[in-house]
Every structure is written in structure tokens, then in C-alpha cells.
């Protein structure tokens, strides 16, 4: 008989005891293969629990401008944001979100005075306080944003983000669902 040390314990290997090491053998690595999968705790555990709490993301670029510094919408973008408004009336938009731009504040507008929603300027620059402040909306929110911020904010919030948009794309709209499931639809 041999005597083998493992964890500071001793036992002897006999034909018996080679069977019950390796039962034990896949015991342990069944649980580590079901540990690699579980969640980690922290942070990341935290935010899913809020995120499966929540109802519908909406993520949208703002839409038509007219040209200059910080210009409004030219008149295809507001008839596009009326029809953003008539779309989410009855999504359960509790929370509005916007960079403080002239475009992006006047996309949300019309839903925000349907809704009677305010609407909360985000700083773009500032993503990760977007997400803090979105975590603590219970409902679906709107959020407007810009062709260079659209793609990373949908992947903040847990969806397969799509190709980033470029300058030409308005008018579509990003709904991510609370498994992080991402749906696509155009305002028409």
C-alpha cells in the first residue's frame, strides 16, 4: 500500500480508494465547470438583478438637424420626434434621458410633454454615470444620443451593440430588453 499526501491529509491508494479519487476528481470538476459559469458576485451580479427589474431601453440617435453649432431640428427631424412620441406613448417610458443639445433635448420633447416626463441632460463623455443613473429608473427610459455614442451605449446596457452609425443614419431605434436582448425598428 502507498501513502500519498493531498491538502495536508493522508490516505492510502488501494484499487478502492483509486475509484473514490476519481469519483471526487469529477465531483470537483463538475463543480468548477458549473462555477464557470455562474455569475461573479459584485458589481456585475448587482447590475444584473437591476437590469432584469427594468423594463425596455430605448437608445436612439437624435434626429434630423439642420446645420451650424449646436443646431435644432430641421423640420424632417421634428416630424420624425412626433412620430418617436406616438411610437413610445405606451412603452412605459418613466425616465428621459439626453445629451444637452439642442437636436437631442427636441427629439425627446414631444414624448416628454405627451408622457409628462422631464427630461435629465447626460453628459456623453460620461457614460458610466448614464448607466448608474439608468439603474435606478424602475420602467423603460429613453435615452437620445449621437452617431458616435449610440453603438457603445447599447453595449453599457447589455446588448450586442450593432455597427456604429454613420452620419446619415436617423430614425432608428434601439429597444434592449431586460435579458439584453436588442430589437431594431425604424420611426416612419
Known sequence: MQTAV??????????????MKSWLWM???AALAVGACA???????????????????FVVRHLHKAQGDDPSLNSQGAEAAGRLAEMLAEKGIAAIFVTPTRRAMETAGPLAERLGVSVTPYDPRQPQALVAAADKVGGSLLIVGHSNTVHDLIGRFGATPPPPLEEQDY??????????????????
Do not use: N, W, Y
Open 39 to 57: 455569475e461573479p458576485p459584485g458589481p456585475l451580479a448587482i447590475r444584473s438583478a437591476t437590469v432584469a427589474d427594468r423594463g425596455t431601453i
Open 171 to 188: 430614425g432608428t431605434v434601439f429597444a434592449i430588453g431586460p435579458e439584453g436582448r436588442l430589437e431594431t425598428f425604424e420611426i416612419r
Open 27 to 29: 465531483v470537483l470538476l
Open 6 to 19: 493531498g491538502e495536508g491529509t493522508e490516505f492510502a491508494a488501494t484499487g478502492k480508494d483509486d475509484k
